[in-house]
């Protein structure tokens, strides 16, 4: 999966190029973050979710996408996970991710994870968009949602780290 990866992103990063050199404007469903266009370093992140949920693949492959290294790990029991990792019942979503000592709770977006990283908060556990999100990266279903993307930290406290809105 990761050659394929780095194929793709190669392969769209020449287009892209190329288009621009032509002035054509590219459209796509979702913009590259700047890891991926910029050709640094991928993060690693490792995606826990049970072997039959098909938005939970459809998120690892937008992480892919997106210039990350996704290793994925299948389960059964994707909320011994959650509760090893201290994932508030508020907070919980179909799957479960591990970025260096960071929890990635649901269906969070590539690029909102990047500017975390970038920007880390103090005491924060993970970022969590809780529940089924339609229109979220993996849901993508025709119909989009309006949604937040949670800061949840050790001590309880939640904050809303970026909003999506369906304008």
Request: aromatic residues 6%; glycine residues 8%; hydrophobic residues 35%.
């Amino acid at each position: 999966m990761k050659t394929r990866n780095k194929t793709i992103i190669a392969g769209s990063a020449a287009l892209a190029i190329g288009a621009i050199a032509v002035g054509f404007k590219l459209q796509a469903s979702e913009p590259a973050t700047e890891t991926a266009a910029s050709g640094s370093t991928a993060h690693t992140i490792t995606v826990y979710k049970s072997p039959s949920c098909s938005c939970c693949a459809g998120w690892a492959e937008h992480l892919e996408r997106n210039g990350f290294d996704v290793n994925v790990e299948d389960t059964n029991n994707i909320n011994e996970i959650k509760m090893k990792h201290e994932v508030p019942r508020e907070m919980a979503s179909c799957h479960t991710a591990l970025i260096d000592d960071l929890v990635i709770e649901g269906h969070v977006p590539a690029a909102d994870i990047v500017a975390y990283l970038e920007n880390p908060q103090f005491n924060t556990v993970g970022l969590s968009v809780p529940g089924m999100v339609q229109g979220s990266p993996g849901m993508e279903t025709g119909t989009k949602q309006d949604y937040q993307v949670i800061a949840f930290r050790a001590n309880g406290q939640q904050s809303v780290f970026r909003e999506h809105k369906d304008y």
